[in-house]
């Protein structure tokens, strides 16, 4: 995980630098640092908390702060705990070479212990502060610019990477190089100026020209020049790809929300539709999805589809799950990527393999993607950060227009992943006749109301309030729901306790007669979701056994709801829709509630600890 943010050209470097590192945060938040050069001299400024905490190091020290040339990063710790030592950027035993990393070095330790045999010493315990002088150690050994000694370190080190080097010897140029981790080139005016980050956010107010490094490559950044992209292995130079970026500020900043989640929790009804416009088209009774309609075959004649993904997005999934099989009647298999990927699974030619993932980073996926395509599996992505690796080492694939999702909690990406995830199913159950055409315009009448309908389940934000006041300080909570949404109950625990730390579980209704019953007594709130369709009256059934122990119960119910409400203590209605968009709507009050518990509590809701919203490590 963690953020890099760089600057090379003829403005002051600092306020880029550590604005980037400000919107990278998400990657990361337990360190932070930036190395400046004035022209003459490298400043380096680091320490153990945020980029906040930097910036009051360097407040002061404005000498820290000048210059057109720096790097920074911001930390999630793999390698050493977090301190200001193991902080980056981390300096070469000469002093003349500086890097910032995010990944990991995994033969850190037998590459360390040769340098320390060859006399280096180290100062901090990350596998980072190896690779820089092992870079210095090559460049030293064979003669060479940066620019080559970090392309024949790199053929040394088994891992993950995305690094920024800087020599103070050779002080016009920046040397980058990625595996496995993303890394980002903003291109300036005339090649007057680049910036480097993790993501395009830090330098979208400066440039809209960017190129994606892929994997293996190495590119050299010198002011003025052309920027030179090179393979590390081949040494084969590439003729970089310069895209347009259509990212805006507006789009990355709070928007007047006291926190990007409930920006994003509001930003849905919108996210949705710009997830189904021109794509969906009721008038027309199609659904037109260029990676689907141009695969067709290969899903038709899938014997099963395989859905690999982490966390929430693998919430997702499991809602696609029920998608497929109900109305495509396709066969499918729901894999956390981390079991997928080292369980020698069986995968054929005659598998569809859909990876799901909000950042298109995460490490575990694009493993479980790569093992499937070795495999011969057809792999179909469904991603939501434009160029990600994932959204490009997938053999197709869908977006969601979720935009930007900045807090570490996702909400805008579980609800516009489910629905690609629905027009996909939709549109092969119109392709194999499993649904007949009356029902599939049916499903697409009913999604256009879906996001109004947020909009107006927005509007209970208060009686939500008001119930997170009652149950803030609980210890445990249980969330339960069945057939579709036994992952939103799922999904609702997860929201609760990575921003609350109040530990929560989510399980079908039914299973809680199977252990979590034992749990129950006046002391415990459990979150019901009891819509009308689908298995209601077992549902009921559940609460009822609830409702004898003493259980507290918060039940999720179609408006109108009679029967819940004389059990329940208290009740969230949601409108009327199909069974199957149920979870667009049900898990809109699981969201507001874990925000208000968590801002109660006075967390950080946007950065909760220990979390980062890009799992780059495995
Ligand atoms: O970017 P991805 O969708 O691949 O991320 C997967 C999980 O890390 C992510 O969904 C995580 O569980 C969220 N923080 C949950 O809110």
Not at 94 to 112: A, F, P
Not at 275 to 292: C, F, H, Q, S
Request: charged share 25%; with cysteine.
């Amino acid at each position: 995980m963690c953020g890099i943010a760089g600057y090379i050209g003829y403005r002051e470097a600092y306020p880029i630098v550590v604005n980037g590192l400000k919107r990278l945060e998400y990657r990361g938040y337990d360190s932070a640092g930036i190395m400046m050069y004035d022209g003459k001299k490298m400043h380096l400024s680091k320490t153990k908390g945020k980029v906040s905490d930097l910036e009051l190091i360097t407040e002061k020290e404005t000498e820290r702060k000048h210059g057109t040339i720096g790097i920074g990063h911001t930390r999630w710790a793999t390698h050493g705990v977090p301190n200001d030592t193991n902080s980056h950027p981390h300096f070469s035993q000469s002093g003349d070479l500086v890097l910032v990393h995010n990944g990991i070095i995994e033969n850190y330790d037998t590459i360390k212990k040769e340098l320390i045999s060859r006399g280096y010493t180290f100062k901090s315990d990350t596998d980072t502060e190896v690779l820089i002088n092992l870079i210095e150690e090559v460049k030293k050994k064979e003669n060479c610019k940066l620019g080559k000694a970090v392309q024949l370190a790199l053929t040394q080190v088994v891992g993950a990477y995305a690094i920024a080097v800087f020599d103070i010897t050779k002080p016009n140029e920046i040397v980058v190089a990625r595996l496995g981790s993303p890394i980002a080139i903003g291109v300036g005016k005339d090649n007057k100026e680049f910036f480097i980050a993790s993501d395009t956010s830090p330098f979208i107010e400066f440039t809209k020209k960017a190129i994606y490094l892929e994997d293996g490559e190495l590119a050299i950044i010198k002011k003025d020049k052309e920027i030179k992209v090179r393979q590390i292995k081949d040494d084969k130079l590439i003729n970089a790809d310069i895209q347009k970026l259509q990212l805006s500020l507006e789009q990355i900043e709070k928007g007047g929300y006291e926190h990007f989640m409930l920006k994003e929790i509001h930003e849905q009804p919108r996210a949705i539709v710009d997830t189904y416009r021109g794509r969906m088209l009721p008038d027309e009774g199609v659904i037109k999805m260029a990676g689907i309609d141009d695969n067709m075959s290969k899903f038709l004649n899938a014997d099963r589809i395989i859905i690999v993904a982490c966390g929430t997005s693998w919430h997702a999934g499991l809602v696609g799950e029920y998608l497929f099989e109900d109305m495509a009647r396709i066969p499918v298999e729901v894999e956390y990527a981390s079991e997928f990927r080292y369980r020698n699974p069986i995968i054929t030619s005659k598998d569809v393999v859909i990876a799901i993932s909000q950042s298109g980073e995460t490490a575990d996926t694009l493993a479980a993607i790569k093992l499937a395509k070795s495999k011969g599996a057809f792999v179909f992505g469904v991603c939501n950060v434009v160029g990600s690796s994932i959204a490009r080492e997938t053999h197709a694939g869908a977006y969601t227009h979720a935009g930007p999702e900045i807090g570490v909690a996702s909400t805008k990406a579980f609800t516009t992943q489910i629905t690609v995830l629905s027009l996909i199913a939709l549109k092969l159950a119109k392709e194999k006749g499993s649904l007949s055409t009356s029902a599939f315009q049916a499903y697409l009448q009913t999604m256009q109301l879906i996001p109004g309908q947020i909009e107006k389940l927005l509007e209970i934000d208060e009686h939500v309030k008001s119930i997170a006041a009652v149950y803030k300080n609980a210890k445990n909570c249980l969330y339960l729901g069945r057939g579709y949404n036994f992952p939103v109950a799922l999904e609702g625990a997860l929201k609760l306790k990575e921003i609350s730390y109040i530990h929560a579980e989510g399980y079908p209704a039914a299973e809680m007669k199977h252990g979590p019953i034992a749990l129950i007594d006046e002391n415990m709130p459990i979150f019901v979701i009891a819509t009308n369709k689908g298995h209601y009256e077992k549902v009921v059934s559940n609460i009822q056994e609830i409702k004898s122990r003493s259980g507290k119960i918060i039940a999720v119910v179609t408006e109108g709801d009679t029967t819940v409400k004389e059990i329940a203590d208290h009740v969230i209605e949601i409108p009327e829709t199909e069974e199957a968009f149920t979870p667009l709507l049900t898990t809109i009050p699981f969201q507001l509630l874990s925000y208000h518990i968590a801002v109660m509590l006075d967390k950080n809701v946007d950065q909760p600890r220990n979390l980062a919203k890009s799992v780059t490590v495995e």
